[in-house]
């Protein structure tokens, strides 16, 4: 059964964490988990993109790595662009090799009640079927009016 977080539960994880790492995103610019990325990246978070078909290119800043063990450093949320199938593998990786995991987070559309209980066994916050992007804008006020909007963001930000 899918939980809905509170808002106030959304508030901090979008405010206080710093690094996301995301599984699955794409270099190409109109694919939802790139957008998604290069938005939390305009957000001043640091986003570590994930893709084995994409190593050693450069989105956003960092480097693609091809693996969660790869990720030098801490990484608050495990942003996860995947099909169901394949996530209770990937957060079982993430919980064990990633130093400050505080959430992992599933894209819209998915869910996984085997990940749910492995990160309510670990303690780790679990949100499923949320976009941390569309949840940032609904949370502080970047909702425009003609729906979600994806596109470039203002250079002041």
């Known amino acids: 059964m899918t939980t809905i977080p509170s808002d106030k539960v959304l508030r901090d994880l979008l405010t206080r964490p710093k690094t996301f790492a995301c599984v699955g995103v794409s270099p190409n610019p109109i694919r939802p988990s790139h957008f998604v990325a290069r938005y939390l990246s305009l957000r001043a978070f640091r986003v ?87 949840e940032y804008q609904r949370l502080f006020g970047e909702l425009r009016m003609g729906g979600f909007n994806t596109g470039v963001i203002s250079a002041k930000l």
Do not use: Y
């Not at 995947?82 to 995991?101: D, F, H, K, M, S």
């Not at 987070?105 to 066994?121: E, H, I, Y």
């Open 48 to 134: 570590i993109p994930v893709n084995p078909g994409h190593v050693g290119t450069t989105l956003f800043g960092e480097a693609v790595v091809g693996d969660l063990a790869d990720i030098d450093g801490p990484v608050e949320i495990l942003d996860i662009f995947r099909r169901p199938e394949v996530v209770p593998a990937i957060v079982e990786q993430g919980l064990a090799c990633l130093t400050g995991l505080s959430c992992v987070w599933l894209q819209v559309g998915v869910t996984s009640a085997a990940a749910r209980a492995m990160c309510k066994d670990a303690g780790v916050t679990f949100i499923e079927d949320r976009c941390p992007k569309i």
